[in-house]
């Protein structure tokens, strides 16, 4: 399984619809990159009690909420900081025909901000996250900044 941001379709064209002078709609990001911790404490875990923050359960449950996302083409990466590798808990990797992928790094910022500098088309991708510094860095590479809040409400599951 390969890190994502280099592979995919090119931009859509304008809709049959649209008046000749108005400007293309812009592509909706084919990846979406999670910070999965940000994303719990925003608003999964709000008001929750967290004494299991790091447990596997609780990152499975961010897993299964995001695989209710919206948009049934979207892939979608959730990366867990992991300053223990090897002696952290970790959930499984979903099956197939899930489209959320799981990743684990010392640092998730870091994890997400390297996938838009090597990202071709960084204009596909979505980060997911409420980190000011990575918002400002993603956006200066031409990526999306979703706030969780707004992935979130796009997510059928029940948090």
């Excluded at 649209?18 to 709000?46: C, F, K, M, Q, T």
């Excluded at 870091?110 to 596909?124: C, H, I, Y």
Aim: with cysteine; glycine share 6%.
């Amino acid at each position: 399984m390969s890190p994502p941001g280099t592979e995919g379709a090119g931009p859509s064209g304008p809709s049959s619809d649209a008046p000749p002078d108005a400007p293309a709609p812009e592509p909706s990001p084919r990846i979406w990159l999670v910070d999965g911790y940000n994303v719990l404490h925003a608003g999964v875990l709000r008001g929750r009690d967290r004494r299991e923050w790091w447990s596997a359960a609780v990152q499975q449950r961010l897993v299964d909420v995001a695989e209710s996302f919206d948009d049934a083409r979207a892939e979608i990466w959730v990366v867990f900081d992991d300053a223990r590798p090897g002696r952290s808990e970790r959930c499984r990797e979903p099956e197939p025909p899930c489209r959320v992928r799981i990743a684990y790094a010392p640092s998730a910022d870091d994890w997400l901000v390297k996938r838009v500098r090597r990202a071709e088309r960084p204009a596909e991708l979505a980060v997911v996250t409420g980190d000011r510094q990575v918002q400002g860095r993603s956006r200066h590479r031409g990526a999306h900044v979703v706030s969780p809040l707004a992935f979130l409400a796009r997510c059928t599951r029940e948090r």
